[in-house]
């Protein structure tokens, strides 16, 4: 049975490996309900070698004289690890990743006038969100405002930000 432990561990970790290279959250989107985790990669590569790394754990730390307890409770870890993992990465593959600033997510933004803002024409503002620094054209709604002011952004007109000083 100790072979069997380390040959599931090795194929599981193996299998781990390589889905580590090309796309792991394919199949595991759950969208075919709870019985399709039971098909996907995730949990046959991660119950495989939760069930490898217990029962071999458990064969070689406890000597007693029975199999039965050994299997029962690592094949429970091997399902419970791989329902979990393919549960896991299916939510994490369904998550939507956003960076992209627009001209809403700069109103209220602090930032420092890069080049001078005069009364009748723009300047430069440079200023932090959603973590790039951006470089905009900006005008001052009360009067001028020299290079290193810090400034908050009050309105976007198209691609030129309204400032006026703190």
Do not use: K
């Not at 390589?18 to 399709?36: C, I, K, Q, R």
């Not at 939760?50 to 307890?69: A, E, K, N, Y």
């Not at 300047?123 to 900006?138: H, M, N, W």
């Not at 009050?154 to 703190?166: E, K, N, P, Q, Y």
């Amino acid at each position: 049975m100790l072979l069997t432990y380390l040959f599931c561990l090795l194929a599981g970790g193996v299998l781990i490996a390589l889905s580590l290279e090309g796309d792991s959250g394919a199949d595991a989107d759950g969208a075919g309900g709870n019985l399709s985790l039971l098909f996907s990669t995730p949990f046959w590569s991660f119950g495989l070698c939760g069930f490898g790394l217990c029962g071999l754990l458990l064969s070689l730390l406890t000597r007693s004289g029975t199999v039965l307890p050994t299997v029962v409770v690592a094949l429970g870890m091997g399902v419970a690890m791989g329902l979990a993992a393919a549960r896991l990465l299916g939510l994490m593959g369904r998550r939507d990743v956003d960076s992209l600033v627009r001209s809403a997510d700069l109103i209220g933004r602090e930032g420092i006038v890069t080049l001078a803002i005069e009364a009748e024409s723009r300047g430069f503002v440079e200023l932090t969100a959603r973590g790039s620094l951006i470089r905009r054209p900006a005008v001052s709604n009360g009067g001028s405002l020299p290079q290193g002011t810090t400034v908050v952004v009050v309105a976007s007109d198209g691609h030129t930000l309204r400032v006026d000083r703190i």
